[in-house]
Structure formats: C-alpha cells, structure tokens
Nanobody, 122 residues
C-alpha cells in the first residue's frame, strides 16, 4: 500500500484546509484510515480515524473542528479542517491500518504517507 498526502499549506488562524490522502491498491475499502500529526519537538499525535464501515473517531483537541471522510471509489481519505488554530501547525500524515476498526495508537498502522505541512499563522 502506498499513500500520498496532499493539501497542506499556510493558512491564517480561523481558516480552513482540506487534506487528501490517495491510496494505491484495490483493497482500500477494507482498511481503517487515520490522520496523525507531528509538530517540531513533539511526539506524533493522533488526529482522526475512520473505519471500514465509516465509523469515525477524533482526538479531543480537534473534535467539532475536523472531519474525516473517505471515498472508496477514489481510494481517498480526507481531513476537512476548520477553525484552525496556531497549535494545529504540524506535519500531517495519513496512515492505513490493515484491520477494519479504528485505532488511536500510531503503532497500529502499517502504512504511512510522506506527510504534508500545515502551518497556521496568527
């Protein structure tokens, strides 16, 4: 499985961005997918995940502001980010989990994309 994340950029606080993650392979619909982020000097942090059956799970810090979704016909998972804060600044990674259920621990994901930078200015 290869994952390619895109959509990052520079945005002002309060703004919005949508990240995309394109996955290779014909079994995308069977994976759970997750988004994680890592800021400089900090550990990798769970952001959101979506199961094979479209159940979603969010970190408390993004709940109500971020929405994860998937389009199995396009082999793509999205992260819609609204009301962005400066503390959302990080490199965002998408990840695939070869099980249908979600997980918040990054060690439960087998495949990772290259990351896309999100910078939120004040």
């Amino acid at each position: 499985v290869q994952l390619q994340a895109s959509g990052g950029g520079l945005v002002q606080a309060g703004g919005s961005l949508r990240l995309s993650c394109l996955a290779s392979g014909r079994t995308f619909s069977t994976y759970a997918m997750g988004w994680f982020r890592q800021a400089p000097g900090k550990e990798r942090e769970f952001v959101a995940a979506i199961s094979r059956s479209d159940s979603t799970y969010y970190a408390d810090s993004v709940k109500g502001r971020f929405t994860i979704s998937r389009d199995n016909a396009k082999n793509t998972v999205y992260l819609q980010m609204k009301s962005l804060k400066t503390e959302d600044t990080a490199v965002y990674y998408c990840a695939a989990r070869l099980r249908p259920d979600v997980a918040a621990d990054w060690r439960n994901y087998e495949y990772w994309g290259q990351g896309t930078q999100v910078t939120v200015s004040s």
